[in-house]
Antibody
Framework: QVQLVESGGGLVKSGGSLRLSCAAS????????MSWIRQAPGKGLEWVSY????????YYADSVKGRFTISRDNAKNSLYLQMNSLRVEDTAVYYC??????????WGQGSLVTVSS | QSALTQPASVSGSPGQSITISCAGT?????????VSWYQQHPGKAPKLMIY???KRPSGVSNRFSASKSGNTASLTISGLQAEDEADYYC??????????FGTGTKVTVL
């Protein structure tokens, strides 16, 4: 069955960097668009970024544009999110999701990123 | 990219029907019939309940249905059950491969 497992979260100081990974199994990553979505503690969901199946098309939310970079390695069935210049307000659980039919069909369990001042 | 507006909370008794609204704009909900709905239990990842406005993924109960009128989408849960108590989020395609989520609604089964 489809499984998405995020890793790489942790505690980082404001201005620092982290790289999240999402290991996909149970399907061919190369066949699907993928997204990152985040959820600040006690808050709602926020769409962060999107990458096409080949990696040729990428979009970001305004809140992370210029600081975050999404990428993928289809050969390794992995999705990544490089997060630079982190801010306190980037503190959240970050989910990777498999996209289909303009929806986030399958979600990982999430990876907590905490940015301290 | 302003969040879609949902009521903070909705409640109902077992067996009743409830409806959650999701108000957007002519740039998102109003322009596309591409609203999806997600259920999230505490400490868990969201689960897709509705896609492309009104379609249910395999395995999702037919007690969940959705529709849209103008710039507002709605999710209806019929025959409310204790297991339906959760947070619900709408999400709309907003063009150029971007998406916007709703503010979220806490559903309480009385």
């Amino acid at each position: 069955q489809v499984q998405l497992v995020e890793s790489g979260g942790g505690l980082v100081k404001s201005g620092g960097s982290l790289r999240l990974s999402c290991a996909a199994s149970g399907f061919a990553l190369s066949d699907y668009y993928m997204s990152w979505i985040r959820q600040a503690p006690g808050k709602g969901l926020e769409w962060v970024s999107y990458i096409s199946s080949s990696g040729s098309t990428i979009y970001y939310a305004d809140s992370v544009k210029g600081r975050f970079t999404i990428s993928r390695d289809n050969a390794k069935n992995s999705l990544y999110l490089q997060m630079n210049s982190l801010r306190v307000e980037d503190t959240a659980v970050y989910y990777c999701a498999r996209c289909s039919n303009y929806a986030q069909v399958d979600w990982g369990q999430g990876s907590l990123v905490t940015v301290s001042s | 990219q302003s969040a879609l507006t949902q009521p903070a909370s909705v409640s109902g008794s077992p067996g009743q029907s409830i409806t959650i609204s999701c108000a957007g704009t002519s740039s998102d909900v109003g322009s596309y019939n591409l609203v999806s709905w997600y259920q999230q239990h505490p400490g868990k990842a969201p689960k897709l309940m509705i896609y492309e406005g009104s379609k249910r993924p395999s395995g999702v109960s037919n007690r969940f249905s959705a529709s849209k009128s103008g710039n507002t989408a709605s999710l209806t849960i019929s025959g409310l059950q204790a297991e339906d108590e959760a947070d619900y989020y709408c999400c709309s395609y907003a063009g150029s491969s971007t998406y916007v989520f709703g503010t979220g609604t806490k559903v309480t089964v009385l």
